[in-house]
């Protein structure tokens, strides 16, 4: 066979080679994570989605109509109703305070802490940082007896103050050791280079390392102010009167008084879920742009 002849003979099937390669065999591990991705959206959609009909149906609709049916005629009475008999102004008005001043008090405080236990050297600094580590494992149910008489006996029962140092107390353990493991990720030759210009541990902690821990502080914050607002043991037991009520307490209390009344319920939780969603939304924008900036080097 000649050469031509051989070089004609093989190119057909070169050709059929390199459409079979250029054919991209699909990927399973890629459409597993899609339909998992899916379905846990639905799993997580369909109760809030439930949550909202519900809310802007009355009674009747409610009983004679299917579960995810949409409300023809949305009945935003329910919110009101839920609004006045729930109070939900004033336990709103007591969650926030306490969450506002509860949230950036108990960070800047253990940024601080976090900040002298990864740049400043003493000694026994292990043993404080194992001390706080420790201090984050320990459950809050074994402290609210005690901590009742503490309080009661100070007269912070029914207070904002009394409700806001136990928060804060029990918070800084854990974001204190957070702050820690980030701060040390920060390099140590930027604190050389201000040694250098002559800056103090101050201007190193207010200038430099909190603007680069961005990121963490959004993360934390989001994450604390949700913990503030939905916290409800300790709440339960310091928060006595109604009048000083936050919002876990009120809608267990407003669910107790309304057992049957779902749309009110849902109209009440939905409220004060708002809030919430709202500094997630304020915060989340943050968060990310410095957690991509982060994530390049170069």
């Not at 057909?12 to 065999?25: F, W």
């Not at 390392?209 to 916290?231: M, Q």
Request: proline share 6%; no cysteine; charged share 10%.
């Amino acid at each position: 066979m000649s050469p031509i002849a051989g070089a004609a003979a093989t190119a057909p099937r070169s050709r059929t080679g390199a459409v079979r390669a250029g054919r991209r065999a699909p990927d399973y591990v890629r459409i597993g994570l899609w339909i998992s991705l899916f379905v846990t959206l639905v799993i997580w959609t369909l109760p809030l989605v439930f949550i909202i009909f519900t809310s802007l149906k009355t009674e009747q609709d409610i009983v004679g109509s299917p579960v995810f049916a949409l409300p023809l005629h949305p009945d935003f009475g329910n919110y009101a109703k839920a609004m006045e008999d729930g109070n939900l102004l004033r336990v709103g008005t007591n969650s926030l305070i306490i969450a506002l001043v509860k949230v950036p008090i108990g960070l800047a405080i253990s940024a601080a802490a976090a900040f002298a236990l990864a740049r400043i050297r003493f000694r026994r600094s292990r043993i404080l940082l194992a001390a706080i580590a420790l201090g984050s494992m320990v459950p809050i149910q074994v402290a609210i007896a005690p901590l009742f008489q503490i309080i009661n006996n100070a007269g912070l029962l029914n207070t904002y103050i009394g409700v806001i140092l136990p928060y804060i107390g029990f918070g800084l353990p854990y974001q204190t050791f957070i702050l820690y493991g980030f701060f040390r990720q920060i390099p140590e030759e930027l604190d050389e280079s201000a040694r250098i210009d002559g800056a103090s541990y101050w201007r190193l902690f207010w200038q430099i390392i909190l603007p680069l821990s961005r990121p963490a502080l959004a993360a934390l914050f989001i994450l604390d102010f949700v913990a503030t607002w939905n916290e409800y043991g300790m709440a339960l037991v310091l928060l006595q009167s109604q009048d000083a009520w936050t919002v876990p307490l009120a809608i267990q209390g407003f669910q107790s008084q309304f057992t049957s009344s779902y749309g009110p319920i849902n109209s009440f939780t939905i409220m004060s879920v708002l809030p919430v969603l709202i500094v997630y939304l304020l915060f989340q924008r943050y968060f990310v742009s410095g957690a991509l900036a982060g994530a390049v080097k170069g």
